[in-house]
């Protein structure tokens, strides 16, 4: 009962942020970074900001995460970072080799106005960085946004790469947004099938899931590469996978360069990954095949199959804006009722999203950009739901209040596997619903009574 002294009684709250929703630009960052292949992250401030970074990032992806920093003590609080980010490009580059190295600012660089890009040029101008290196940056200020902005600047940063021949690659850019390294192979798993030729990035695949070889690499196999970077100008097209997450990349290179984009949602349940497959098959001139089709089929079976204990079913949600958006309207086409819905992200047209995908479901939504837990726990004890689906945080309040949780989004510390298990896709659908009922089915095996306790359902 951890969080037995939240109220019922709903205050009006200005100032204060009780039980975040969010965490910090800084790791939205690094975790993109680390989908580009042979990147080294790096954190221009305090070793602190970075310790914190990386910790949350093993985490919940339970591998090590290789990142530099730029090691502020009171000097480069007082007179600023260049020295400290001169000196650690020219170690980098000596000591550790990377293709890329990936910065990214903290709250602490940001507010002594560090200017990242004046320093790149001052680094290149002393030939710190060898032939053939590459540092890009991202402004991630901790004090605005959340870990998503902070995801989303960097990507804008790779797509910054793209050095355009004038002659089209035939291939098709996929922005996947902050999603689970096993997402982002499905995602290339669903475009090989329909056949299109992709550029995927950032791309974490086999890099946070990657195999025990024995043998230990600081740079994994995985990622997108510097190449595959530099030709996303020639693309004939870019999806990007969510507002929040890809967009600003999307349409970077659309105005800088005239690879024409389009933001669609991310592709959790029917509905999204539809799109999504129409969208692919559109862009690059295809048919979809029937391999395709059938996992489709299987998907709309479970659907009819499990919709008996779904319907009408309260869930509270609470996470990153596109993943939420896609969540919600999954459980609205199984008519379950998603009816409190907290993003800590800041957006008012998250809001307004939510609001629309729900006004024909029939009941009252709670919906906060920028809100935060304890606001999602009072909404709960106002109007209590059959399910909770949130991060690891969300399982003080579903301890609280007894209520079934689904363990979705970032982070999740407190369990494994999720690295591994797409949630994207037909395929990634069949495995939230299967997620979903599990949690409700074992709550009623807990809690009827003996007469009604079945075998079968
Ligand atoms: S000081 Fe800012 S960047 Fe560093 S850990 Fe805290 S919130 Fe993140």
Redesign the pocket.
């Known amino acids: 009962m951890l969080l037995r002294h939240t109220p019922k009684e709903i205050t009006e709250r200005k100032a204060l942020t009780i039980n975040p929703a969010k965490t910090?630009?800084?790791?939205g960052a690094m975790y993109a970074a680390l989908g580009v292949h042979g990147c080294l992250p790096h954190s221009h401030?305090?070793q602190?900001?970075c310790a914190?970074?990386r910790s949350a990032l093993t985490r919940h992806y339970k591998e090590p995460v290789s990142a530099s920093t730029s090691s502020f003590t009171e000097g480069a609080s007082v007179f600023g970072g260049q020295a400290n980010m001169l000196q650690a490009i020219n170690n980098i580059f000596t000591v550790y080799n990377p293709e890329v190295i990936a910065v990214h600012t903290?709250?602490?660089s940001e507010t002594i106005g560090d200017d990242l890009p004046q320093i790149k040029k001052k680094a290149e101008t002393e030939g710190k960085i060898p032939a053939g290196k590459h540092v890009i940056s991202a402004s991630?200020?901790?004090?605005s946004g959340s870990h998503v902005t902070g995801f989303s600047n960097m990507v804008k940063a790779m797509a910054d790469m793209a050095e355009p021949t004038g002659k089209k690659n035939g291939k098709v850019n996929i922005i996947p947004g902050w999603v689970e390294p096993a997402d982002m192979e499905e995602i290339k798993r669903l475009t090989s099938m329909v056949g299109v030729q992709t550029i995927l990035f950032p791309d974490t695949s086999g890099v946070l899931n990657g195999p025990l070889s024995g043998e230990y690499k600081m740079f994994p196999d995985g990622g997108t590469t510097v190449a595959e970077l530099k030709s996303s100008g020639d693309s004939i097209g870019t999806l990007a996978l969510g507002e929040w997450c890809s967009a600003d990349a999307a349409r970077f290179l659309d105005k800088a360069h005239k690879v024409p984009c389009s933001v669609l949602d991310m592709p959790f349940g029917l509905k999204a990954t539809d799109r999504f497959i129409d969208a692919l098959r559109t862009v690059a001139g295809v048919t979809v095949p029937d391999e395709l089709s059938m996992e489709r089929g299987q998907l709309v079976d479970l659907i009819s199959d499990m919709h008996q204990y779904f319907y009408k079913k309260k869930v509270a949600l609470a996470g990153d804006p596109d993943q939420l958006i896609a969540m919600t309207e999954f459980l609205v086409s199984i008519d379950m009722c998603p009816v409190h819905i907290v993003t800590g992200t800041p957006g008012k047209k998250f809001e307004k999203r939510i609001r629309e995908i729900t006004k024909d479901m029939g009941c009252e939504v709670n919906v906060k950009a920028k809100g935060d837990l304890f606001q999602l726990h009072q909404w709960i004890k106002n109007e209590p739901v059959d399910l909770l689906i949130c991060n690891t945080y969300g399982k003080y309040i579903a301890r609280d209040e007894d209520i079934p949780l689904v363990r979705w989004g970032f982070p999740i510390l407190d369990r494994q596997g999720h690295q591994y298990f797409p949630t994207v896709g037909y395929k990634g659908g069949l495995r939230l619903l299967e997620k979903i009922l599990g949690v409700i089915m074992d709550r009623k095996d807990r809690d009827d009574p003996e007469e009604t306790f079945e075998l079968v359902l």
């Open positions: 910090c630009q800084p790791i401030g305090s602190g900001c914190y970074h903290t709250c602490l991630t200020p901790s004090y």
